[in-house]
């Protein structure tokens, strides 16, 4: 079995955040730093990365994850306009981290954008002993063509008073796609590197990376149905565990047969941003509940920890790092980390198998932007997502299941915070999970994002299937074969328009359809603080569901929540002007939640 460990490292004024997989014994061949991908198709293959490293673990490797600064978890700006330079520094940094632990023989693997961005860093790295470019994408100015066109065709158009360049689950400065525009793999870079060329056969045939094949003259893997895994078409993303064993293969028969001991940093905290008038945020790793899930927490900046200067008062050094509350591994005691059972928190749910992050990166910023105003917040990983339970050789976890329920239960117990001062947020099946929670008594507000699936008690077939049998986050895709129109399909629009309904409604509590109301009493009736948010799609599902008919109903029986709605937008958050919407959204329902209890005077004003 593997060890492994979250930590930051890197400058302290950006840290990246990485995970480190290590033999058994702390011993290993060498070390080999895994170079994602960006935007959709870092969470789409997020799993997958990591079942890697586990392979190579296993093999007696290190083996290094991380986020790019401005990416993921790690510190920084998505939309920075030193984006791209900010990644290949962190490649530098992560090898750089690997060669320091004690390991000689370094091997860089990049995933589709990673390989370009490790290809394009590798001159500032020093010697890589091996290189794997795994599904690589060539050319930035190739990339950015494909990704605004399906961009465009997926989730429409933006805003053109608003200069930033968007691709499928992030966004870019003008300045930050020029760059990646300008980025090529040149094959000389990588001269006297051994290397793995691992590509699709359809790629193989491009002229682009026929001619890089030439130039490398290196070891070839053909990718088949590769793209279920990198582009799927389902909610869920298979991991070809074929592949990753026979490039885990080809990096260990390279690696030389002594081990080293090695030494990775394990630092659980760290300061990720600063208010805007230069105070500390701080961020941890916890573990949550018996199945220890994996999460981030980002710390509220509380007033009594500064003087009037915003000078921290106790328990900080000079450079903003925690100097007491935390063990020596730096992970919490209690004092400063963990809130206090009065302190404000906002806990994030996850969107189906992506990991943590919220649409297009959204649950970490609005953290960061909540801690200035005094809110604490957790984003967690379920058993089977992202960084919680094993990836390699593990079965699929089903999107809707009783151990999914109970994960949701035990990370807010874990929290150990008072259902008053909790607000649970989630977008889809996140959504779901937070409306179930707060029906149990754990938490007294909740924040639903486009919500649609609206039973209080979910059929048998939904705690089952992977792809289940209703409404969800849609796939970012090829275009979906034609299928057959079932019955029941034919008769639901004539039954939305002509069924009285009481008989509607009747038929969304047995869960034959999703009536808004349904959720909205059960609710009501638990006295849950309840905002629904929706995009302008989400919107329109809500209407056809007869959810304005219901909401009239509750109205006249007390309900006061708040359904907010935008006039673009689509479910899965990650169209920009729609998931501005949601920031706005969700941050002015959380801070008049709370109010303001910031330590910051610009936030102050923010908040007025």
Known sequence: MDVRHASWFGDPASPILGHVHLPADRRARGAVVLCPPLGKEHLDTYRGVKALAEQLAERGLAAVRFDYTGTGDSAGDQDSPDAVAAWQRSVVTAVETARASGAEHITVVGLRAGALIAATALPKCGRADAVVLWDPIVSGRAMLREQRALYRLALGADDPEDPRVSIVGGVLAPEAADALGALKIDPRSLNGTRTLLATRPTARETAAVSALATALGGDELSLDAHESFVTPSTLHSAIPIEQLTRIADWVVAGAPAATREVHFPECGRAVVATTDSGLPIHESVEYLGPNEMFALRTHGVAPEWFDTEGFATEGFDTEGFATEGFDTEGFDTGRFGAPRRSTPTVLFFGTAYEHRLGPSRLWVELA?????????????????????????????????????????????????????????????????????????????????????????????????DLGPNAPDVPAIAAPAEPQTISLRARIKPWAQKYLPYPLWLLLGRI??????????????????????????????????????????????????GDILTSEVGEHSGRQRDGREFLRTAVTSTVLSRFGSRTADPAADEYVS
């Open 511 to 560: 869960g034959v359809t999703q009536v808004p109301e349904v959720g909205l009493e059960a609710l009501r009736r638990a006295g849950v603080s309840t905002t629904v948010v929706l995009s302008a799609e989400d919107h329109r599902w809500f209407l056809t569901q007869r959810g304005e008919e219901g909401l009239r109903r509750l109205r006249r029986r007390g309900f006061t």
């Open 368 to 464: 960061r932007e909540f801690a200035a105003h005094g809110i604490s917040t957790i984003r967690f990983d379920r058993t089977g997502v992202g960084d919680t339970g094993t990836a390699h050789g593990a079965t699929p976890t089903p999107l809707y299941s009783d151990d999914s329920d109970r994960d949701a239960l035990d990370a807010v117990a874990a929290l150990g915070i008072d259902p008053q001062d909790l607000v649970v947020i989630g977008l889809c099946s996140g959504a779901w999970y937070s409306s179930w929670v707060a029906l149990r008594g754990a938490a007294h507000s909740a924040v639903l994002v486009n919500v649609i699936l609206w039973c209080t008690h979910r059929r048998k077939s939904l705690r089952a």
